[in-house]
Every structure is written in structure tokens, then in C-alpha cells.
């Protein structure tokens, strides 16, 4: 298989790290793709004509996209623990927040086109101010109310916070999430030193 990529991705990132947590790595290639929302790739447009990464091209020739898919595919593929529950209601949960901690990298990788790719004389400071805070709000409820969930396994929804604070460390270094959310911080200390994470940490 082979799978569209860029190490500073948090969206590339949480796949490559359901390779690593389910031993999948050797069944895939990284194909490097060096893309922005105003320059995309040929090849990457084939089968998943929006042009985001990741996508997984599978043997057959069939693309999957975007990175819940492709997380969900790689987790059917392999016979230890899930990292998705099957069912019942801790599905929901866990996936709800997965789905939280993406839009927390969906406002981040929004707020750096804004600020980086945007001209500076079009950029919409309300508009940054505004993702800003929806990060605010998703990490702070993860502090406030799901600590003790996260800390219960490395599965979906705690690898996409991983991902989401990572990649706010590597954009926004200045914002200093770690005073703000002191059991996330140590959450993370934990989780960073898992191998997964040591070997997809992103270097700009
Ligand atoms: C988001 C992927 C995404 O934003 C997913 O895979 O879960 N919902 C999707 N990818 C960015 C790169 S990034 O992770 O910084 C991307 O491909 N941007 C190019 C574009 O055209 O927006």
C-alpha cells in the first residue's frame, strides 16, 4: 500500500501512528507529497480528487481518505486490541473524541494557512482569534472532563489528542498549552515516550 505523506502532518501522523500501535509499518511505502491548500499534486488528486493527505492507495488500485477512514481500515486489519472499539456505547464516546481532537487540528492547520500562506494584508484576525479559541474550548474540556479517559488506553481518541497537541507545539509554540492544562501536559510526558510517538515526531 502506499500512503501519501508529510512527517509535519498531524493527520499523516495519526495514521502512521495506528501503523506503528498495530504493527502494520512494513505494509506500507511513503510517498512524499509537499502540498498547500492553493498547490496541490497530480498524483494525490487521482482517486481522491479533494487533494488532502493522508490517503492510502491500496494494492488494488482504490484510494481511501481521509484519516478517520484510513484509521479505521489499518484497525480492521490487524488481531491485537482495537484501537477503535467495536461497539457499544464506548465506541461513540471514544470516537466523539476523536472527532474533538480533529477539529482541534483542523482549526490549527487552518490558523497556519491563515497566518503563514495568506497574504498579510488578506489575513482575518477575528477569523484567527475565532480558532483559537475553539482550541481553547476542545482542550480545556479535555482537561476539565476526559483526563482519566485518555489515560486509559493509547487507543483512536487518545492518539488524536497526542497528534493535536504535538502539532501545536510544532506551529504554535508561543501558545503555552501546558500552563493552561497541567494534566494534559502530563498526560502528553507519558504518551510522548511511547515508541510510536518517538518515531513519528514531527521535525520542521
Ligand atoms: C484533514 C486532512 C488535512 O487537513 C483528515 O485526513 O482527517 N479531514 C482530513 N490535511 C492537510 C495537510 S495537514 O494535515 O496539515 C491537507 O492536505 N491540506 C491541503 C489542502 O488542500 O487543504
Redesign the pocket.
Known amino acids: 500500500m502506499i500512503l501519501f505523506h508529510?512527517p509535519?502532518?498531524?493527520?499523516?501522523r495519526?495514521?502512521m501512528i495506528v501503523l506503528h500501535e498495530t504493527g502494520q509499518q512494513q505494509r506500507v511505502t511513503l510517498q512524499g507529497v509537499n502540498?498547500?491548500?492553493?498547490n496541490?499534486d497530480d498524483q494525490l488528486n487521482q482517486g481522491n480528487p479533494?487533494?488532502?493527505?493522508?490517503?492510502l492507495r491500496l494494492d488494488d488500485g482504490s484510494v481511501l481518505?481521509?484519516?478517520?477512514v484510513?484509521c479505521e481500515y489499518l484497525d480492521s486489519q490487524h488481531v491485537g486490541n482495537p484501537l477503535i472499539p467495536r461497539e457499544g456505547s464506548t465506541r461513540w464516546r471514544r470516537l466523539t473524541l476523536a472527532s474533538q481532537a480533529?477539529a482541534i487540528?483542523?482549526a490549527a492547520?487552518a490558523t497556519?494557512?491563515e497566518t503563514f500562506l495568506r497574504p498579510t494584508d488578506k489575513q482575518w484576525h477575528g477569523w484567527v482569534e475565532a480558532q483559537g479559541e475553539k482550541i481553547r474550548r476542545g482542550l480545556a474540556n479535555l482537561e476539565r472532563e476526559h483526563l482519566a479517559e485518555l489515560a486509559a488506553g493509547f487507543d483512536i481518541a487518545a492518539i488524536g489528542v497526542a497528534c493535536a497537541l504535538g502539532?501545536l507545539d510544532l506551529r504554535q509554540p508561543e501558545f503555552d498549552w501546558r500552563a493552561q492544562y497541567p494534566g494534559l501536559a502530563a498526560w502528553f510526558i507519558q504518551v510522548s515516550q511511547r515508541p510510536s510517538m518517538l518515531a513519528t515526531f514531527p521535525v520542521a
Open positions: 508529510s509535519l502532518s498531524p493527520f499523516v495519526k495514521v502540498i498547500s491548500p492553493v496541490g479533494i487533494g488532502k493527505i493522508p490517503a481518505h481521509d484519516s478517520r484510513i480533529d487540528m483542523d492547520v497556519r494557512y502539532y
